[in-house]
């Protein structure tokens, strides 16, 4: 990912500094050879500033869609509407301060936690292991009101010490004279304690998240003291203590049909011939550096069907800067929202899809590095006005389409 948004960038500094250093080491009796190296070094760091002052530049985009006839879709009905009608899950994340609830009990019949639910967020103190499940509570205590289902979001993720899982378990692990006992046994307190606190209100987890790291799995302290077995071990953990949950390996993908890809259908395989209870996989499909290949992702998520596993789409956001060379980047945007649904819609095992993200005034590129430095990346379905985009009627058209062949099905 980072070449992707970087490599240009990476390059140039490197020659400059290839430059600076043949300036620096050239015999001092070729002087015009010396001058030449420096001009260089200046010609690529203007070149450099240019690039970066082009690249990083604001851009704005005509939103088409405002000027439309706001009258023209004023009875449709909602997004919820048409996926219950289809007994269809229509999801987004949100925290427990619940922006806009009136609206996302009206649009969506499934709510996942954007960070509520994470180790770092619930288990406040892991030297006397202290939960405070309050922000979760109040969010699931929602849901139910609403009759919205609840996905769990998640119960092991690997990457970041502190937030994906306490920081303290990286030194127990370092001091621990059996490694792999010791994180069995910090896995099975967590789980257990998480997993009986939710227990019948909770009925679907992502219980292992983004365990790969390109087409290995991610170096963590999961995988140094247990490798490959602690992805078995957290779902028979969470099969021990909720057996009527549904439990999903969610994980992040770009390209279908790359190396990281295939390894990832490999470790589902691995996991099933070893009789890990896995009932399906989600696919979060953030558009953050290239525009997915929706016929790509149709054959993917086939593949995983074909194993005996549920799919869900988990993380669905699309930057509208990937767009910036289409006619309308907006309804470019639409379409790509209206096609991935559509996969969905269009494979049986494929149960909902999730939305990352609500309004374009609120979404978490415009506040992480680099995505916040390349703008616009607004990559929700309501803009910073609260105007529904193409990108809503993308949903709206695909459900729509799929619930009308419902209906005339014989």
């Given at each position: ?182 994180m069995k046994a910090l896995m099975r ?14 009925l679907d987890w992502d219980v292992v ?202």
């Amino acid at each position: 990912m980072i070449w992707q948004l970087f490599g240009v960038h990476i390059s140039l500094s490197m020659l400059i500094l290839v430059l600076f250093l043949l300036w620096l080491v050239w015999p001092r009796h070729y002087p015009k050879l010396r001058m030449a190296f420096i001009r260089g070094c200046g010609g690529v760091l203007l070149a450099s500033i240019l690039l970066a002052s082009y690249t990083y530049w604001p851009r704005s985009f005509e939103k088409k869609y405002v000027h439309k006839d706001p009258e023209a879709n004023s009875s449709v009905g909602t997004l919820r509407e048409l996926a219950d009608s289809m007994d269809f899950y229509i999801g987004m994340a949100s925290s427990h301060d619940l922006a806009y609830p009136e609206l996302i009990s009206k649009e969506f019949n499934s709510l996942v936690a954007e960070n509520d639910f994470k180790p770092g967020q619930l288990l406040i103190d892991a030297k006397n292991w202290k939960f405070d499940f309050t922000k979760a509570d109040k969010l699931l205590s929602f849901a139910d009101a609403q009759n919205m289902r609840m996905r769990g979001h998640t119960l092991i993720w690997g990457k970041f010490s502190g937030m994906t899982y306490p920081a303290e378990w990286q030194e127990e692990i370092k001091l621990a004279s059996d490694k792999e006992a010791k994180m069995k046994a910090l896995m099975r307190q967590y789980i257990e304690t998480v997993m009986q606190h939710f227990k019948g209100r909770v009925l679907d987890w992502d219980v292992v998240n983004e365990p790969m790291g390109g087409n290995t799995l991610f170096p963590s302290v999961f995988t140094e003291s247990m490798g490959e077995s602690y992805i078995d071990y957290a779902f028979q953990l969470a099969r021990e203590f909720d057996p009527d949950a549904t439990l999903y390996l969610n994980e992040q993908i770009t390209d279908y049909e790359s190396e990281q890809a295939t390894a990832f259908l490999g470790l589902l395989q691995r996991l099933l011939d070893r009789g890990v209870p896995i009932d399906g996989v989600g696919m979060q499909c953030h558009h953050l550096n290239n525009i997915h290949d929706t016929e790509a992702l149709r054959d993917y998520i086939r593949k995983i069907a074909e194993m005996g596993l549920e799919v869900e789409i988990t993380e669905l956001d699309v930057r509208l800067l990937l767009f910036k060379d289409f006619e309308d980047p907006y309804q470019a945007q639409g379409d790509q929202f209206r096609k991935i649904a559509e996969i969905c819609l269009d494979d049986p095992a494929c149960k909902g899809l999730t939305l990352w993200g609500l309004t374009d005034a609120k979404n978490w590129m415009d506040a992480v590095p680099p995505f916040k430095w390349k703008s616009p990346n607004a990559p929700n379905i309501f803009d910073e006005d609260m105007n529904k985009k193409p990108a809503y009627w993308g949903l709206y058209e695909a459900l729509k389409s799929k619930r009308n062949k419902v209906l005339n099905a014989p």
